[in-house]
């Protein structure tokens, strides 16, 4: 039996409690019975009727709906959305203005996405910035498609409320044309829905989708828009059917860098025996922008100037934020030490901003890998609990770059031998949360290596990740030993 933790950053102290911790155990079973024949032929009889009359009757729903049934909707709604397509990720907010106009407190709402397989984060919150807490509803092959937000607190009826859901979307965004010379002006398209989608009737909505400033569009689709600057107006609508997919698209100039981050490795070591916490982490980028038509020429890119550079998708550089206590600062590939590297102290905020600078700048279609790492004192991020045995390890979830869009994750945090009891934290849902061990210098048994891993990862989801773990007692009993896979639940429960 293994145990899945689930709650919030906020519920901490509970969850050290227990009072979040939930164990999940299938049971099943088959009652003998025994009937006459004549009995059995009528059980039988009487059950395919009923599984006739059940598949005439979805069939009719089928045929009149013509998609899955959309919730019972007791209330009016009004959304403002807004589109901002200015980085290489795709954010949408939308306000949410509701109207109880029913008999009975409203509690729950649901929301869609109409592209699970670029979503990378979903989040809502209310007019004063509280986070509203969701659930799964629906997965589908690319991932969750639909939510539950539980209202706190209940909107009375004849009472009205607004929220605030924001959806950040990955790679959505598609070069067209695919090729481009260097120094090109680099041109994206959006296909998105016109339309928040929504499972509920939606009486009044508008939509602004907001791109870079510049040239601005080359085509967009034409259907009551308002062109302000960089920005474009659509509506207002009324009357807006639930699930309504009417085709958005916006052609237009982003000459932001699109660095997509394919694959990232976070790894931590804490070592109790240096006093230190060990942080590595390795970065694999691809330019996801316009390819590179024709050769690449430094010497064009000296006659362009400075400027003109900074004015294109070329990525030249990359600036992280490490904690103000970091030292021992590395910065290498495969190849070696790479020089051109920057570091500059944050006092006011208390952080380290580096700045790393790749071996060649990085173009349409390029590629690049690295990995830096730093050192950290051990105070800074593990903790003794006094109301509760054992260590705490308070680590961010990861180290990224502004606008980001990383690919796949993975978190890998490597505990002292003879750490047990391994518990993990994290208000963001995380996969595939299991233990695995390695074995080092003076090791006897090795030591357990804690892996999470997540698809689709963004600035919105950098937040602090627990880790719990107890040391082995000296005189422990053999019998109150606990295996370490007991005790890390596995990703099938989730954190939602």
């Known amino acids: 039996m293994r145990r899945c933790l689930s709650g919030t950053a906020a519920g901490f102290a509970n969850y050290y409690n227990k009072q979040q911790v939930k164990s999940f155990k299938v049971r099943s079973g088959t009652a003998a019975t025994t009937m006459r024949p004549a009995a059995a032929a009528m059980r039988i009889a009487l059950g395919l009727v009923a599984v006739l009359a059940l598949l005439a009757t979805t069939a009719l729903a089928t045929a009149t709906t013509g998609s899955a049934a959309a919730p019972q909707q007791t209330f009016s709604q009004a959304i403002t959305r807004a589109i901002d397509l200015t980085s290489q990720l795709v954010r949408e907010t939308a306000t949410i203005n509701i109207d109880n106009t029913g008999a009975t407190p409203l509690e729950r709402y649901e929301l869609r996405t109409p592209d699970a397989a670029h979503l990378a984060y979903v989040g809502v919150k209310t007019k004063a910035s509280a986070e509203l807490p969701l659930t799964v509803l629906q997965t589908g092959a690319a991932g969750a498609e639909a939510w539950e937000v539980q209202l706190v607190p209940p909107v009375p009826p004849g009472e009205k409320v607004s929220m605030v859901a924001t959806f950040v979307y990955i790679n959505k965004m598609v070069p067209l044309p695919a090729h481009a010379p260097l120094l090109a002006p680099q041109k994206m398209r959006l296909d998105h829905t016109l339309h928040f989608y929504s499972p509920y009737h939606t009486h009044k909505e508008r939509t602004t989708v907001t791109v870079p400033s510049g040239p601005g569009v080359v085509s967009k689709t034409e259907n009551t828009v308002a062109v302000d600057g960089n ?71 000296m006659r362009a100037g400075i400027g003109a550079v900074a004015r294109s998708n070329i990525v030249q550089s990359f600036t992280l934020q490490l904690p103000g206590a970091a030292a021992d600062i590395y910065y290498r590939d495969v190849i070696g030490n790479i020089s051109t590297s920057t570091v500059r102290p944050n006092v006011a905020k208390g952080v380290i901003n580096l700045t790393l600078e790749p071996r060649y700048p990085l173009v349409g279609g390029w590629k690049t890998k690295w990995y830096h790492g730093w050192n950290q004192p051990l105070s800074t991020a593990l903790h003794h609990r006094q109301d ?12 990224l770059f502004e606008n980001a869009a990383v690919e796949k994750f993975e978190l890998r945090v490597t505990l002292p031998e003879g750490a047990q009891n391994v518990e993990l934290h994290a208000a963001v849902p995380l996969d595939d949360i299991h233990l695995e061990r390695t074995t080092t210098y003076l090791d006897i048994t090795g030591r357990p290596v804690l892996v999470a891993r997540r698809q689709r990862l963004v600035n919105e989801h950098n937040g602090i990740v627990y880790v719990r773990a107890r040391t082995r007692p000296r005189r422990a009993r053999a019998s109150r030993a606990r295996p370490l896979n007991q005790v890390v639940g596995s990703g099938d429960c989730g954190w939602e």
């Open 388 to 399: 509760a045995p054992g260590y705490v390890l308070e680590i961010p979830l990861a180290t």
């Open 231 to 301: 920005k474009l107006t659509y509506g207002p609508f009324t009357d807006i059917a639930p699930l309504d997919r009417t085709e958005l698209f916006v052609h237009f100039e982003n000459n932001a860098p699109f660095a997509a981050v394919t694959s990232l490795v976070r790894t931590l070591e804490v070592s109790h025996w240096g006093n230190n916490l060990a942080v590595e982490e390795f970065f694999d980028v691809e330019h996801k922008g316009s390819k590179l038509e024709g050769q690449f020429s430094r010497l064009e890119l």
